[in-house]
């Protein structure tokens, strides 16, 4: 069992991670066993599932704009590569183009 519980005996908590509490779902699981044996072990300490703290203002795409996007493209694989990933380049920017000015006609209230 790779996914195990955490025992905190300063905070008197349980720490069990996203994938051991979706396998302890199911009550004919080793995960759901283990589980109740250490709630019955310590019945006054609480369960909690681990949450990964993410940055929500991290700008994942920084530095990714088109003229790097074209550079790479004209810069990266055989002739025929790049005439072929230039056209479907050419036609996603399109594309994305045409999507975002679709929008301006809604009303934003």
Known sequence: MKNTLKINHTNRIIIMDRT???NAENTQS???AHLQ????????????????????????????TYEFI???????GSA???KKNWAEYQEKRLISECHS??????DKT
């Not at 019945?43 to 990714?64: A, E, F």
């Not at 000015?101 to 809604?106: G, P």
């Open 20 to 22: 051991f509490s979706k």
């Open 30 to 32: 080793t995960e759901y």
């Open 37 to 64: 044996t250490v709630r019955r072990d310590y019945p006054d300490y609480t369960v909690i599932k681990r949450s990964i703290k993410t940055n929500k203002n991290q700008n994942h795409y920084k530095g990714l």
């Open 70 to 76: 074209e550079d790479y493209i004209l810069t990266h």
């Open 80 to 82: 025929d590569d790049i």
């Open 101 to 106: 000015k679709a929008f301006r006609y809604f």
